[in-house]
């Protein structure tokens, strides 16, 4: 899936103003791995938390990661 991120209130995104970041879930045997990729645009949101909310296992929860601007992988148990 591709997070797609601009201001919402103006025109700005014609001139490049936005933001994608791939986000990609697997099954993995202990959990989930969750990859969140480099975002690419020049969009700046400022800071903020992905949260992730998991359905499928024993105990639902909801996993919240800092958004660090850069790819990483993050493993869910």
């Given at each position: 899936m591709?997070?797609?991120?601009?201001d919402g209130s103006s025109?700005?995104?014609?001139q490049g103003?936005?933001?994608r970041t791939k986000i990609?879930?697997?099954r993995a045997a202990t959990g989930y791995l969750v990859s969140i990729g480099a975002p690419e645009g020049n969009y700046n949101p400022?800071?903020?938390k992905?949260?992730?909310?998991i359905k499928s296992s024993a105990?639902?929860?909801?996993v919240t990661a800092t958004d660090e601007g850069?790819?990483?992988?993050?493993?869910i148990r």
């Amino acid at each position: 899936m591709t997070l797609y991120e601009d201001d919402g209130s103006s025109p700005a995104y014609q001139q490049g103003a936005f933001r994608r970041t791939k986000i990609d879930v697997r099954r993995a045997a202990t959990g989930y791995l969750v990859s969140i990729g480099a975002p690419e645009g020049n969009y700046n949101p400022g800071a903020r938390k992905f949260s992730f909310a998991i359905k499928s296992s024993a105990i639902p929860r909801v996993v919240t990661a800092t958004d660090e601007g850069k790819a990483r992988t993050i493993e869910i148990r």
